[in-house]
Each structure stands twice: as structure tokens, then as C-alpha cells.
């Protein structure tokens, strides 16, 4: 006789019931693991992305008010009229600001006249200096308040930027480099952004969404991150669309070193008789 067909024992009938559902129950568990384990797998894939650790890490530093030194190469335009500039500097951190001091010195060459030109930021406040700069006499520094173009901020392109690292995550790919930079290892990735609109300022080159006639472009980048997924190295080709027919596309190239994260920094504003106000 089945042990599934009656037989009048009800001892009998019900140990039956109890190795049924337990064979049910092992049954479903195995099932479970088998089609459930892949989109775990998947889950933790995606927690662990080594851009959205990037941004945790940085987030930690802003959070910390810590400190990074860098020096960036800018090549921008073609032939006589293209331009050299060559910055470095150091940054200081803010919770949920990011940058929010800096001294930054920079010498831009096209042709054979360099201009130089220096800028301290706190806050909101900017003192510039320079070969161009107008600065009355027996005054060094021209103080500007709330200058978006001289402000760090959270559309450039820039590595310390946790929003543009998580715009350029969508396609990272790892590649095989090991180089050390800052004394450490790093892992390289590599990437294409397409944004819809692209500009420059003093602070660097912003991106945004697509604004009346100005045209977008691209951002073929390269990220080198530490063990503790800090930048150490940013590379950027950055292509503007022509505006008209009768124009062609500028490109922007960049090269960008980090180091000496948490090294203790100092910026502070020049001494006020060294001040004059911008006009």
C-alpha cells in the first residue's frame, strides 16, 4: 500500500504528512538558494562598486575636515592659439561642502607670455593676484565675495567631486594597470561620459544637462584609486561640440595628481591692509 492512500492508522497517516513537508521544506530551501544566490551575488556586486566606495571615501575625508595637495596640466586649444596651464595647490574639506578652503597657484602659457595668477578661497570669500590683476598701489590682493567662477563646486569635472564620480560610474571599467602614485598601488579605470552641456570657469570645467543653444560633449576619463579608493590620478579628454556649422569641437585635456591625503594644510585669508575690494 501507498503510504499517500488511507489505511486507517492515523499515527501512520500523519508521520506521512510530516516527512511530506519535510520534504517539501528541502525541497523549496534548495530551490531557493539555487534561483535566489545569482541576484544576491548581483546585490553585493553593486554595493561594492569602487566608485561609489570612492565617494564613501571621500565623503569620510570632507567629514573629517582633512586636506589633499594637487598639481593639474591643462592643454586646451589648437596651434598658436593653444594654452598651457599648470596649477597646483592644496585643498581643505568641509562635512557636506567638500572643498571649502583652497590656495591655488596657476601660470598659463600661449605663445611665449606666461600669466600668472594666484587664488585663495575660504568659504565664500576669494582673493585673487596676478599679472593682469588691477590692485591699487601699496595693496597686493583683491578680495571677491560669493564669485561662482573662482568657487570650487559640485558640477566640475574633477575626481574630488563626489557627483561627478557617480555620473561617470554608469561605465567604469577596470583595467589591468598597476602604477604607484602618492607611494601607494593604484587600480585604474577607464570611462566615457556624453553631457549635455559643458563650460569653464576659473575653478575648472563644469558639465550640466542641456541649456538653450549652448551645445554638450563628452568625457573620456581615466581614475586611478588607491587601496583606500582615494584619487591618486585623474585623466581627462574633454570634448566640446561645436557650437555651428562653421566651428569645430574644442577639446580640453587634462591630467590631475592627488597626494598627501591628511597632510595637514593651512589657508587663510591675506592680511586686510594687503586687501583691496574687486569693483
Not at 71 to 85: E, I, N, V, Y
Amino acid at each position: 500500500m501507498s503510504w499517500l492512500e488511507p489505511s486507517g492508522n492515523k499515527a501512520e497517516i500523519g508521520g506521512a504528512e510530516d516527512d511530506l513537508m519535510r520534504s517539501l521544506c528541502t525541497l523549496l530551501g534548495v530551490l531557493t538558494l539555487l534561483f535566489m544566490s545569482p541576484l544576491t551575488g548581483a546585490v553585493h556586486a553593486q554595493t561594492g562598486d569602487p566608485l561609489d566606495r570612492a565617494i564613501s571615501a571621500l565623503k569620510g575625508k570632507f567629514a573629517e575636515k582633512s586636506s589633499v595637495l594637487f598639481s593639474r596640466k591643462t592643454h586646451q586649444g589648437f596651434g598658436s592659439d593653444a594654452t598651457l596651464t599648470v596649477v597646483y595647490g592644496k585643498h581643505r574639506f568641509a562635512a557636506n561642502a567638500g572643498v571649502r578652503a583652497s590656495d591655488v597657484t596657476e601660470v598659463s602659457t600661449m605663445g611665449d607670455d606666461p600669466v600668472h595668477f594666484r587664488m585663495i578661497n575660504v568659504g565664500r570669500d576669494s582673493y585673487t593676484q596676478g599679472t593682469w590683476a588691477d590692485v591699487p598701489e601699496g595693496k597686493k590682493w583683491l578680495h571677491w565675495q560669493d564669485a561662482d567662477g573662482f568657487l570650487w563646486s559640485q558640477n566640475l569635472v574633477d575626481a574630488l567631486n563626489p557627483k561627478f564620480l557617480q555620473l561617470i560610474s554608469r561605465n567604469a571599467e577596470k583595467t589591468s594597470a598597476k602604477d604607484r602614485y602618492d607611494g601607494v598601488p593604484t587600480t585604474r579605470y577607464d570611462g566615457l561620459a556624453e553631457v549635455g552641456l559643458l563650460g569653464s570657469r576659473q575653478a575648472g570645467i563644469y558639465y550640466g544637462t542641456k541649456d538653450g543653444d549652448w551645445a554638450g560633449g563628452r568625457i573620456k576619463w581615466k581614475l586611478w584609486l588607491g587601496p583606500d579608493y582615494l584619487p591618486r590620478r585623474f585623466q581627462a579628454e574633454i570634448v566640446h561640440e561645436p557650437y555651428g556649422p562653421k566651428q569645430r569641437a574644442d577639446t580640453v585635456r587634462m591630467n590631475v595628481l592627488y597626494r598627501g591625503w591628511g597632510t595637514p594644510v593651512r589657508i587663510q585669508a591675506p592680511s586686510k591692509n594687503l586687501v583691496a575690494e574687486a569693483g
